[in-house]
Structures are given as structure tokens and as C-alpha cells.
């Protein structure tokens, strides 16, 4: 009987639709893939591409219109006089100041971030590992103007590094280099060698995790074949290491040059009077209300980004990202 | 790199690895002793004496609350918009193979890959030549724009873990669109969104490049602490601020790190 009763009433093979809208448009993303793909992509699009996008175009248009110098209004009528501007020896001075230390601090970072990523590629195991991760990803993300801040109080004349130094005897050192012409200053504070400083320690995490990255991949029996065939440990660095890792290095580099180039921050607080491209930009916006000339200002960096990248991908650095 | 086991590293490196990370932390710890200082006018170390008088002192200062009220509300919203669209964003793209695929993760990446003050300056001068007045919606415009990435790069990770096959069963089995996506879809990739949104909050809360062209006369806790930086007025006050707000983007960042620990190590790299 119960089985006669079961027969009687089988479950559909297909069961019916849930009807309703909801089963509607569920029927309908099925049915139409591009549809439910057109609908997902479109918020995203929209926001990116009016809003950022639409910005960098007014950005670049902006660049365009010129001031007009005695009533300070902007005339937007197209013309090339703001780029004019630009190429005067006080801005190519700013722009070649900005490049110079981009160009330092990235070869310092690379310096300091290669032994903690070789160490955390190649001898780091289990908990260590995590905790050289961590180690990496905790300043990276902490805060940008608390660790400017941070570095405020170290380098001030009564903090603890002059504290440190007079404790070992060493004050001697930072007065000969604070006498120094272009790197000196009154104290580390107001010097480029504390802005040097702070960009490498802000921007370092940046360049440790790609060398990280493209050193993980190196196979440790390719070190170890270059000391079997006799290479040592500096010839195994040069010919083997070095070159593998470059990619990393160049990827990392990409942060490291990009973000000191737009920095207007570390070098208002930690530094001398003289201007990086990022102060111009601002100073240019906002006291002097030449938004023209800020924005052909921020043109700046991202050309010389653009041939960074085009460089970089040639050295394929992309695929250590 | 099997074959390292059990091989030390040379002293000279782990020295230099072991300064490395020393150089990373040191500066950062030292915020928590200055938060304690007696002193008021100068940084001047050691500390004089210790104290937390200034913790109360910060407790009752309107200006402080303000500010962390603004940062909550602008880190809030914008990590909401940067949930929905960079999951929108992130499904479409390792869901299906369309023209113009590359393009989009690109434009996702964009926003961080420039330097910020081209992002600020950008909207600046958009909301210039558009007549748009600085509010709260222009602070919450920009943020948006640069949290996407985060939540994208967190979902996109993990939808490549998840298996499109669950998704097929799921459908075989009777379920519709809208309860696929709520009882297979969500669970699959809720832990990557809440790490995705934690960093997105934190990167929030703590911009300042674009914010200072978005925000006009508002202040964040971040807009707060610079103006402090450029001309101080009660350094004490200052000191116990940076102090929480170490303390407030850690603990996300450390959540984060801890939902998506095992396998996708994707949760901060790439700010």
C-alpha cells in the first residue's frame, strides 16, 4: 500500500519554477549569461569610469587652461602656456630634486629589503615564516602618518637618536655629516637626509614582499649547483641570485619610485624648504589656486611612470607582482 | 626549495635580516612609550617621567571626537560601496571569459598604482570643474574609489580557489540564481569579503593624500593628526591619538591576515 501510495505521487524530474519575480530573473540570468554579466559589471564600470577616470580626464584638461595673472581666474581656453611654465629652471629644479631621491631611495630600499626577503624566502619555515609575513605586512599597513610621526620623535635634536649617539660617543659623527652642504642641516629633521630616511623606511615593506615574491620561486639547487661548480658565495650572488631576483627589484621599485615621486607629505613634515613635485602640486592648488599649472605639475610623474612601466615590462617584472 | 632543510642561514644574514626588521618595528613601538610621557613642549628622550593623564585629557576633547566620528562614518560607507562593487567586479571577472577582461582588472589597480595626490589633484579638479562642493560624499567619493582594489584582489583570490563546479551542482540540485548565490556563492567567499572589507576600512580610516583635496574644511582623524604635525598645539594629545590609531588599523589588519591565513596570502599585499 505505502509503496503503491509513493508510486502514485512521484517526486516532478523537474521541479517547477519558484515563480514570481525572483524566479523570473533567476530564469533569466540563467538563460542569459551576458545579461547577468552586463548587469555585474556595470556598477563597478560606472563608478571607476565617471569618477576616476572622468577625474583623470578634467586632470588632464585642466593642464590645458591657463591662469590668468592678474585676476587669478582660470581661462579655459585651450593652450599650451601652463607647460610653458613648467619647464622653468626653479620647476625643472623641483622635478629633478624629486627624481633624484626616488632614484636613492629605491636603491636603498633594495639594499635593505634583499637580506630579510632572501631570508624569509629561503630559510623560513612554518611559524617563522609567518611571522617574517607578518613582520613585513604589519608596518606596511599601520599608519602612514603615524609612522611619519614616529620618525619626527627620533629624529628631533633632543630624541633618542642624538640621545643614542651621545651615549656612544658618536655625536661627533652627526655633526660633521649635519655640516655636510646638500645632505646636512640644522638637524636631522630639517635635513634631506631625513627625508631620505623616512621614504626608505615608509616605502620598504613595498619593495621587500616582490623580491620576496620572485626569490621564493628561485629553485635552492640552483645555489647549490653554482658552490658545487665552485662559484663563491659573491659569484653565486652575482651570476645566480641576482639576476633571478631582478624582476622583484624591478616590480618593487615601480612602488618605491612611484610613491616617492607623489609624496608631498614626508618632505612637508621631515625635511628643508626646498620643494618636491608632490609640495609643488600642492602648494600650486591650494594657496595659489594655478590648478592649471598643479596639474601639468602631476603630468610629470605619470610620464615618467609610464616609460618606468614600459621599461619594467620589458624586464618582465609584471609576472614577479 | 626542498633541498635546504636543515641548512643554516650564514650569520651575516640573519644579522642583516634580523636589523631589517628591527629598523621596521623599532619606530612604531616607540609611539606606545611616547603616549606616556610628562613632557609637553619637546620630544625630548628619555621620558621625564610617566603618565596617563593625557589618555583623559584626549577622553574630553571634542575636536579629537569629531574627527574619529567623521573617519568612522566616511571608512564605514565607503567600505560598504568598495564591498558590493569589487565583489560585482571580482565575480565577473573570474567567473566568465569576456573581451576586455584584462582592461578591467587594470582599472581596478589603477587607482592605487598612481601615486595619490594624481587621485586627489584628479577629483579636485573635477569637482572644480563640475561645481560640486566639498561634503562628506566628496571625502566618501574618493575613498571608494581606492578601497575597491582591496576587496577585489581578496575575492578574485578566492573565487579561483572555489570550485565553479559547486555552482553547477547547486543549479543541478533545483536551487534558483538567488539561492545559489545565498546558501553556496556566500558562504564560499564570505571569510575573503569580511578580510577584504576589514583592509578596506583600515586603508580608509587611515588616508590622507587624497583626502586633504576631497574634504575642504572636514576633518579626519588623519587630517587631524597632520595639521598637528605641521603646526602642533598639545603634542601630549597628539601622542595618545597616534597611539589608538596604531592600535585601530592593527587589529584589522591582524583579523584579516588571521580569515585568510591558509592558502590565498592575499589579504595586504599590494596596499
Known amino acids: 500500500m505505502t509503496i503503491a501510495a509513493v508510486q502514485s505521487n512521484p517526486a516532478p524530474a523537474i521541479l517547477p519554477g519558484s515563480g514570481g519575480l525572483r524566479g523570473a530573473l533567476s530564469d533569466l540570468f540563467w538563460r542569459r549569461p551576458k545579461f547577468l554579466l552586463t548587469l555585474m559589471l556595470a556598477p563597478p564600470l560606472l563608478w571607476l569610469g565617471i569618477v576616476y577616470i572622468g577625474s583623470l580626464f578634467a586632470l588632464l584638461a585642466q593642464s590645458f587652461f591657463s591662469i590668468d595673472e592678474f585676476s587669478g581666474l582660470i581661462n579655459r581656453e585651450f593652450t599650451l602656456k601652463t607647460y610653458g611654465d613648467l619647464f622653468q629652471a626653479a620647476n625643472l629644479d623641483i622635478i629633478l630634486r624629486t627624481v633624484t631621491m626616488a632614484a636613492l631611495v629605491t636603491l636603498a630600499s633594495a639594499v635593505i629589503a634583499f637580506p630579510i626577503a632572501y631570508y624569509a624566502a629561503r630559510y623560513a619555515r612554518g611559524r617563522w615564516k609567518a611571522l617574517f609575513y607578518l613582520g613585513v605586512m604589519l608596518p606596511l599597513w599601520s599608519s602612514y602618518l603615524v609612522k611619519i610621526y614616529a620618525w619626527k620623535l627620533i629624529l628631533a635634536k633632543e630624541g633618542i637618536l642624538t640621545w643614542l649617539l651621545a651615549k656612544l660617543n658618536l655625536l661627533w659623527l652627526l655633526d660633521a655629516w649635519l655640516s655636510l652642504p646638500v645632505v646636512g642641516g640644522n638637524s636631522l629633521s630639517v635635513s634631506f637626509t631625513g627625508t631620505f630616511i623616512v621614504f626608505v623606511y615608509v616605502w620598504l615593506p613595498f619593495m621587500i614582499l616582490p623580491v620576496q615574491a620572485a626569490l621564493e620561486r628561485v629553485p635552492g639547487n640552483l645555489v647549490e649547483a653554482s658552490s658545487d661548480l665552485g662559484a663563491s658565495p659573491g659569484q653565486t650572488f652575482r651570476n645566480v641570485l641576482f639576476p633571478l631576483a631582478l624582476p622583484g627589484i624591478v616590480a618593487g621599485s615601480i612602488f618605491t619610485f612611484s610613491l616617492t615621486l607623489g609624496d608631498y607629505i614626508i618632505p612637508q613634515i621631515i625635511g628643508t624648504s626646498r620643494l618636491f613635485i608632490g609640495q609643488a602640486v600642492y602648494s600650486q592648488q591650494g594657496t595659489a589656486g594655478n590648478i592649471p599649472l598643479a596639474a601639468a605639475f602631476t603630468v610629470v610623474p605619470i610620464v615618467i611612470m609610464g616609460f618606468y612601466l614600459w621599461g619594467a615590462k620589458r624586464m618582465g617584472a609584471f609576472d614577479a607582482l | ?271
Open chain 2, 1 to 271: 626549495m626542498r633541498s635546504d632543510r636543515g641548512q643554516r642561514a650564514p650569520l651575516g644574514l640573519k644579522i642583516a635580516a634580523a636589523c631589517g626588521l628591527l629598523f621596521l618595528h623599532l619606530p612604531i613601538l616607540l609611539i606606545f612609550v611616547y603616549a606616556f610621557t610628562t613632557e609637553e613642549k619637546s620630544f625630548v628622550w628619555p621620558p621625564p617621567g610617566l603618565t596617563t593623564q593625557w589618555f583623559a585629557v584626549t577622553w574630553n576633547r571634542p575636536d579629537v571626537w569629531d574627527a574619529l566620528s567623521l573617519s568612522v562614518r566616511v571608512a564605514a560607507i565607503s567600505t560598504a560601496i568598495a564591498l558590493v562593487l569589487g565583489t560585482l567586479c571580482a565575480a565577473a571577472v573570474s567567473q566568465t571569459r569576456f573581451f576586455g577582461r584584462e582592461a578591467i582588472s587594470l582599472l581596478v589597480i589603477l587607482p592605487i598604482a598612481l601615486p595619490g595626490i594624481i587621485t586627489g589633484i584628479a577629483l579636485r579638479s573635477a569637482f572644480a570643474l563640475a561645481d560640486i562642493p566639498f561634503s562628506f560624499w566628496t571625502i566618501v567619493l574618493g575613498h571608494a574609489t581606492f578601497c575597491v582594489v582591496v576587496v577585489y584582489n581578496n575575492a578574485v583570490a578566492r573565487f579561483r580557489r572555489t570550485s565553479g563546479s559547486m555552482i553547477e551542482a547547486s543549479m543541478d540540485l533545483g536551487a534558483d540564481g538567488f539561492q545559489t548565490f545565498r546558501h553556496v556563492v556566500l558562504p564560499n567567499i564570505a571569510t575573503a569579503l569580511l578580510a577584504g572589507g576589514m583592509l578596506a576600512f583600515a586603508l580608509s580610516f587611515d588616508e590622507v593624500i587624497v583626502t586633504t583635496f576631497t574634504a575642504g574644511q572636514q576633518q579626519t582623524v588623519p587630517i587631524w593628526m597632520l595639521e598637528e604635525l605641521i603646526r602642533p598645539r598639545q603634542r601630549p594629545v597628539t601622542n595618545v591619538v597616534a597611539m589608538v590609531v596604531v592600535l585601530v588599523t592593527l587589529l584589522p589588519i591582524l583579523f584579516a591576515y588571521y580569515l585568510t591565513r591558509d592558502g590565498d596570502q592575499i589579504a595586504g599585499s599590494g596596499k
